[in-house]
T-cell receptor, first 114, second 116 residues
Framework: RKEVEQDPGPFNVPEGATVAFNCTYS??????FFWYRQDCRKEPKLLMS?????NEDGRFTAQLNRASQYISLLIRDSKLSDSATYLC???????????????WGLGTSLAVNP | EPEVTQTPSHQVTQMGQEVILRCVPI?????FYWYRQILGQKVEFLVS????????KSEIFDDRFSVERPDGSNFTLKIRSTKLEDSAMYFC??????????????FGPGTRLTVL
């Protein structure tokens, strides 16, 4: 089983649509979770961390289900500028968590169309 | 806003040659990382570095790879005897001292390495 698994898409949606991305992770000891955004041939950039209770940042909502080892990202009222690849990322381990490697999904491609 | 910088943006080399990829992490950060991304594939962890030593490395980071922090600002990745399969985008990242498990790693723009 892949460590972090995502539906690669592509998702093609019209402007204003709501779109949801899902991700599963294999290591139940994983401690922190993130969604990164990557534009074509650019570096990944942190979109949001995913907290146990779920969290929202404007049009973006992230959810975590530890029992199912499942993470989701919901984008409401999608904009043309949301077109990118969305990467599900997991960090394992505790303690000096700074130094822990990030484990990446392949990413889900989103194209928002006018 | 502080940012991680990387040079060169694109490096072309012949198979078997040595390359050095350079990174300048954010100045007050203490943890440094290299990741790579082969075209069309996922981002993969290579190595983490703290307090002038390697903290963790992946199986990709074999004995052809080395990292160094030669001064207070640069962080380098050296690849000896390059292979065709080393062709990828190499990202440097850094993070600050923060006990939060959500401590963010900030990424540089990457160096595209092409091995011919």
């Amino acid at each position: 089983r892949k460590e972090v698994e995502q539906d690669p898409g592509p998702f093609n949606v019209p402007e204003g649509a709501t779109v949801a991305f899902n991700c599963t992770y294999s290591n139940s000891a994983s401690q922190s979770f993130f969604w990164y955004r990557q534009d074509c041939r650019k570096e990944p950039k942190l979109l949001m961390s995913v907290y146990s209770s779920g969290n929202e940042d404007g049009r973006f909502t992230a959810q975590l289900n530890r029992a199912s080892q499942y993470i989701s990202l919901l984008i409401r009222d999608s904009k043309l500028s949301d077109s990118a690849t969305y990467l599900c990322v997991v960090k394992e381990g505790l303690g000096a968590g700074n130094n822990r490697k990030l484990i990446w999904g392949l990413g889900t491609s989103l194209a928002v169309n006018p | 806003e502080p940012e991680v910088t990387q040079t060169p943006s694109h490096q072309v080399t012949q198979m078997g040659q040595e390359v050095i990829l350079r990174c300048v992490p954010i100045s007050n950060h203490l943890y440094f990382y290299w990741y790579r991304q082969i075209l069309g594939q996922k981002v993969e962890f290579l190595v983490s570095f703290y307090n002038n030593e390697i903290s963790e490395k992946s199986e990709i980071f074999d004995d052809r790879f080395s990292v160094e922090r030669p001064d207070g600002s640069n962080f380098t990745l050296k690849i000896r005897s390059t292979k065709l399969e080393d062709s990828a985008m190499y990202f440097c990242a850094s993070s600050e001292w923060d006990l939060s498990k959500y401590n963010e790693q900030f990424f540089g723009p990457g160096t595209r390495l092409t091995v011919l």
